[in-house]
């Protein structure tokens, strides 16, 4: 297991601008402010009014978008772009996004950011009528089935392959002199409209504008799809309204800080959760110390409002490079060593609050608390600031199978053991609503996604029973690159 595999992981960012003579630069400058919601591959299709141009790689955006040969070669004034960090379908170059495909009426480049629900039973009629599947995606059966369809328009094709599709998904579409947007019925995921000069934007976060100097103008809403042509923008809404349900840990895990998501500052919001989380579980202590740096926000607001001092009591090495991400077993013991250190001067003989966002196996926080008490700390109080994950996602996050996640097979107490914490305590499902929205989940209107932590999961879970495993990232993974 790698040292980050302890945490859910977010598995894509979407990008894609029209109208820009920079397209393929602002996209790949956009890509790499969302790289961290996916590390293992990326791409850029662009379209320069008569041809399509496109380079995926496996890896860091800085590492495959970084010269002039590579951007230059991107030409044009559309590009979409995508970050991948795989739900479903292994990471091979084939899976990298976006996809393309040669359709009757020209190319169509697509890049996704969610999980379909009933991708492997589509994909099975799909295969039994004769369609040939080039790449282990769940994003591959959407550009099939915009092929098959009957609707003559891009858009109508689109809308139409979509009405067959269960599951999250932010789409950023592009095809000849057209850019598409659409978030999926309930809005799981985000994609927000920008604007820099002429040119408009789609992407995953609003830290995607920020670094192309474009301005936010709104989030694109659940079931919209906007049509972006050289005549303007057009927004329609072909989907059955249904109820919102934005993904909750997009505030507690998943989204930059600096993004505001929903009209909600990320860093804002997550200092206010820490703080609920004080108001809910105090303890007597000397010190809050946060798990860097996801813990950070949270243990800022937790010490705010508990009047401890707030100290940087983990000391988090940014140099951990892809060589130890996926270490040798000769210094895989070292594990967390390499990625964080407890500062012994801020811990020694002190009473220890150490704050985090979410345990999902525990391995980690065990090894973080025996760190911590190595460098002197006298107790240690863990306090979480999300509830406990006992579900998986199945909506576009990496997560476990339910046998594997901690909370899912052992109440607060054991866990507090297994960890080897004083105490241990996690915010309230409620508390985290009141902290987010200031509603409580009960009546709340617009509701979130919390499957994770509820079991309540607003789409259906069409594949459920055909997945041996039970993760949404072995759909499909049968398939092996040689
Ligand atoms: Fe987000 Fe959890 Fe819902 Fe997945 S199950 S979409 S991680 S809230």
Same mark, same amino acid.
């Given at each position: ?22 397209? $393929? ?42 010269? #002039? #040969?590579?951007?230059?070669? /991107? ?10 960090? %795989? ?5 091979? @170059?084939?899976?990298? =996004? ?11 480049? &697509?890049?996704?950011?969610?999980? /379909?629900?009933?991708?492997?039973? @589509? ?8 369609? @040939? ?17 009957? =609707? ?21 579409? !592009? ?42 103008? *709104? ?13 303007? &923008? ?24 600096? $993004? ?42 937790? #010490? ?23 270490? %040798?077993? *000769?210094?895989?013991? /070292? ?46 109080? !863990? ?8 579900? %998986? ?11 594997? @996640? ?25 508390? &985290?609503? =009141? ?48």
């Amino acid at each position: 297991m790698s040292f980050d595999a302890d945490h859910l992981h977010e598995e894509c960012g979407v990008f894609g601008i029209f109208g820009s003579s920079e397209a $393929s630069a602002h996209t790949a400058l956009g890509l790499h402010a969302l790289q961290h919601r996916g590390q293992e591959a990326a791409g850029i299709v662009s379209f320069d009014g008569e041809h399509f141009y496109t380079h995926r790689a496996l890896g860091l955006v800085g590492d495959n978008f970084n010269s #002039a #040969a590579v951007i230059g070669k /991107l030409k044009g004034h559309i590009a979409i772009g995508h970050n991948r960090y %795989s739900t479903t379908g292994d990471t091979l @170059l084939r899976n990298v =996004q976006p996809l393309y495909g040669d359709f009757s009426f020209g190319g169509l480049a &697509m890049a996704h950011n969610g999980n /379909l629900t009933n991708a492997m039973t @589509l994909r099975k009629q799909l295969i039994d009528i004769g369609c @040939l599947f080039q790449s282990t995606s769940d994003t591959e059966v959407i550009i099939h089935l915009i092929a098959l369809s009957k =609707q003559s328009s891009v858009e109508d094709r689109l809308c139409d392959a979509l009405s067959r599709v269960e599951g999250a998904y932010s789409l950023v579409v !592009m095809s000849n002199n057209t850019m598409i947007g659409v978030r999926d019925p309930n809005g799981v995921r985000p994609l927000v409209l920008g604007k820099v000069g002429e040119a408009l934007i789609l992407a995953s976060e609003t830290c995607a504008l920020d670094i192309v100097g474009a301005q936010y103008v *709104r989030d694109i809403e659940p079931g919209e799809v906007v049509i972006i042509t050289p005549s303007g &923008m057009r927004s329609i809404k072909p989907f059955a309204k249904t109820e919102k349900r934005f993904c909750i840990f997009e505030y507690v895990y998943f989204s930059r800080p600096d $993004s505001i998501s929903e009209g909600r500052n990320v860093y804002e919001t997550r200092s206010r959760i820490g703080a609920q989380l004080a108001r809910e579980a105090h303890v007597a202590a000397d010190v809050v110390v946060p798990v860097p740096d996801s813990g950070i926000p949270g243990a800022i607001g937790y #010490a705010k409002q508990s009047r401890i001092p707030f100290e940087l009591g983990i000391i988090r090495n940014h140099y951990v490079g892809r060589t130890f991400i996926e270490p %040798s077993d *000769r210094v895989r013991h /070292l594990g967390v060593k390499l990625k964080h250190n407890g500062n012994r001067a801020i811990l020694e003989g002190k009473r220890v609050i150490l704050v985090d966002d979410s345990i999902v196996r525990g391995t980690t926080s065990k090894k973080i608390v025996n760190m911590v008490r190595e460098a002197g700390a006298k107790e240690v109080h !863990m306090r979480i600031a999300s509830p406990p994950t006992t579900h %998986s996602c199945f909506y576009g996050v990496d997560t476990p199978t339910r046998d594997q @996640l901690l909370a899912a097979n052992h109440d607060v107490a054991s866990m507090a053991k297994l960890i080897g914490v004083d105490s241990l305590a996690f915010i309230s499902i409620n508390g &985290m609503y =009141q902290a987010v929205a200031n509603i409580n989940r009960n009546n709340a209107n617009p509701q979130y996604c919390d499957a994770c932590f509820s079991g309540d999961y607003p789409i259906p879970l069409t594949d459920a029973g055909m997945i041996a495993t039970g993760s949404q990232k072995d759909l499909f993974s049968e398939v092996k690159d040689v």
